[in-house]
C-alpha cells in the first residue's frame, strides 16, 4: 500500500508530528482570529464618527458613487444585478455596465432592458452601457473606472445583487474620513445544492474571519463581487492590473504596500452565485490560486518587510501564514491518507474527535455571533463540515498544482466560464 510504504519510508512519528503541528498553527490562528474579532466594531465605529449625526440625504448631496459592473457572457444574472441597484436606497448613483465582448446574448439583453422605459425611470440614477473587445475583467473595470465620474467607485460582479442598504451603508464609512478602501459582506446565494451550501458555510467564516484583517487594517483581499474604492486610489497607485487574473487580489495587495487604509464593511452585504458544479468550482479556485501567486511573486517584497508603511500584521504574519498554507496542500494528500491509515490501524479516534468539536465550535461561534442573514439551512450542515470540507481542500489541492504547472509553462488562466443558473433559481 502506497500510504503504507510512504508512512514506513518517512517514520509514523514524523509524519503524525507534523499533522500535529499543522493542527496547533490552525488553531492557534483561530484563537487569534476570534478574540480579535471582538475589536471589530469597535474599530469600525471612529470611521462612522462623522457621518453618524449627518442625513443620508447630506452625503448623497455630497458624494456621487459610481458602481461599475464588468460582464463577459453574464445574460442569466446581469439584469438581476442591474435591478438590485436601481433598488438601492443610496440615490446619487451612476451605475456602468461594461460588456468585454460576450458571445452570447449579454448585449441583447441589456439594450432590451434599458430600452424599457421604467429601467432607467429615475431623477437620480443614471445607467451607462459601454461594449468594447475582449480584454479580461481588469480591462472591463479600468474602463468602467476611467469613465465614471463618481468620488466612490464600487466594483461588483455581474452574478452578484447587493441588498438595498449596501452601499448606503458603506459609503458612511468614507464620509469625511481617511478610509481609502473597504470590501463588502459577500455571501453565497446557492442552497438547493450541497455545495452551494457548503460554499455558504465558507463564506460565513471566512468573512467572519475579515473582522480581524479589518482591526489590523491588513486586509489584501478586496474581493471583485463588492469593493469600495476613493476615486484618488486609482490616480495615486494606478488602475487594475490586466495581466493578472485575480486583479481584485493584486490591487488590494498593491494598495497595503503603500500603507492604505482598508476596512471589511459587515453591514454591507451582497449575495453572489457560486459555482454549482465541482468542475466550476475548480475553474474559480485555479483562477483564485495562479492569480494570488502571480500576486506574491509581484509584491514578495511586503513578506517579512519592516518598511514603516507596511503594515506588521500583514508582513510578519498574515502573508506569510497564507504562503505556509498554500505550500501545505502540495501535501495534503499525503497527510489524509496517513491520517485514514492511522486511524485504522491504531483505532485512537481521540485525537480527531478532539479537533472535529474544536472546528465545529469555530464554525458555530462564526454564524452566531457574526452578520446578520446568515443561512440557516447551511448551520445545520455544520456538524458535518468537517468532512464536507474535504470537498472544497481537493479542489484547492488540484488547484495548487495545476497553478504551479501553469506558471512553470508560462501559462494564464482567461475569464472564468461556467454554468450560470441565475440568482433567481439558487
Not at 486586509?219 to 484618488?232: C, L, Q
Amino acid at each position: 500500500m502506497l500510504t503504507y510504504s510512504l508512512a514506513k519510508f518517512m517514520g509514523e512519528d514524523l509524519i503524525l508530528n507534523i499533522i500535529y503541528i499543522l493542527a496547533i498553527i490552525t488553531a492557534s490562528k483561530y484563537v487569534l482570529y476570534i478574540i480579535s474579532s471582538i475589536l471589530y466594531r469597535k474599530h469600525n465605529q471612529k470611521y462612522l464618527k462623522a457621518s453618524k449625526h449627518v442625513s443620508i440625504k447630506k452625503i448623497e448631496d455630497e458624494i456621487k458613487v459610481s458602481v461599475i459592473i464588468p460582464a463577459w457572457n453574464e445574460s442569466v444574472g446581469i439584469i438581476h444585478c442591474i435591478k438590485s441597484l436601481l433598488l438601492a436606497t443610496y440615490h446619487n448613483l451612476e451605475i456602468i455596465v461594461v460588456n468585454d465582448g460576450s458571445t452570447d446574448d449579454t448585449d441583447e439583453v441589456v439594450k432590451i432592458f434599458l430600452n424599457q422605459e421604467h429601467a432607467h425611470a429615475t431623477t437620480t440614477k443614471t445607467i451607462s452601457y459601454v461594449y468594447k473587445s475582449n480584454g479580461g475583467k481588469g480591462s472591463a473595470l479600468n474602463e468602467g473606472i476611467k469613465i465614471s465620474t463618481g468620488q466612490i467607485i464600487v466594483t461588483m460582479d455581474a452574478d452578484t445583487i447587493f441588498e438595498p442598504d449596501a452601499i448606503k451603508n458603506a459609503v458612511r464609512y468614507f464620509y469625511k474620513t481617511d478610509l481609502d478602501a473597504a470590501v463588502g459582506n459577500v455571501k453565497i446565494a446557492n442552497s438547493k445544492s450541497l455545495l452551494g451550501i457548503i460554499q455558504q458555510i465558507e463564506y460565513t467564516v471566512g468573512f467572519y474571519f475579515k473582522r480581524t484583517h479589518s482591526v489590523f487594517n491588513s486586509e489584501y483581499i478586496i474581493g471583485g463581487a463588492f469593493g469600495v474604492f476613493r476615486r484618488d486610489v486609482f490616480e495615486k497607485y494606478g488602475y487594475f492590473d490586466e495581466s493578472i487574473k485575480t486583479e481584485d487580489i493584486e490591487l488590494s495587495t498593491r494598495l497595503q504596500s503603500y500603507g492604505c487604509n482598508i476596512l471589511y464593511l459587515e453591514d454591507s452585504i451582497a449575495h453572489t452565485e457560486g459555482p454549482a458544479y465541482i468542475r466550476d468550482l475548480m475553474k474559480q479556485r485555479l483562477r483564485w490560486k495562479k492569480g494570488r501567486l502571480d500576486t506574491f511573486i509581484k509584491h514578495k517584497n511586503l513578506f517579512f518587510s519592516t518598511h514603516k508603511d507596511h503594515n506588521k500584521f500583514l508582513t510578519f504574519y498574515l502573508l506569510p501564514i497564507t504562503l505556509f498554507y498554500e505550500v501545505e496542500l502540495l501535501f495534503e494528500p499525503l497527510f489524509t491518507a496517513f491520517g485514514a491509515y492511522y486511524l485504522v490501524t491504531t483505532g485512537n479516534f481521540q485525537p480527531v474527535l478532539i479537533w472535529i468539536l474544536f472546528t465545529m465550535f469555530i464554525y458555530i461561534y462564526t454564524f452566531i455571533f457574526g452578520s446578520k442573514k446568515n443561512s440557516k439551512k447551511a448551520f445545520f450542515y455544520r456538524r458535518f463540515y468537517f468532512f464536507l470540507s474535504y470537498i472544497l481542500t481537493f479542489v484547492e489541492v488540484y488547484a495548487m498544482y495545476e497553478s504551479l504547472r501553469l506558471y512553470y509553462v508560462k501559462k494564464d488562466v482567461v475569464w472564468q466560464s461556467w454554468t450560470r443558473i441565475g440568482l433567481s433559481n439558487v
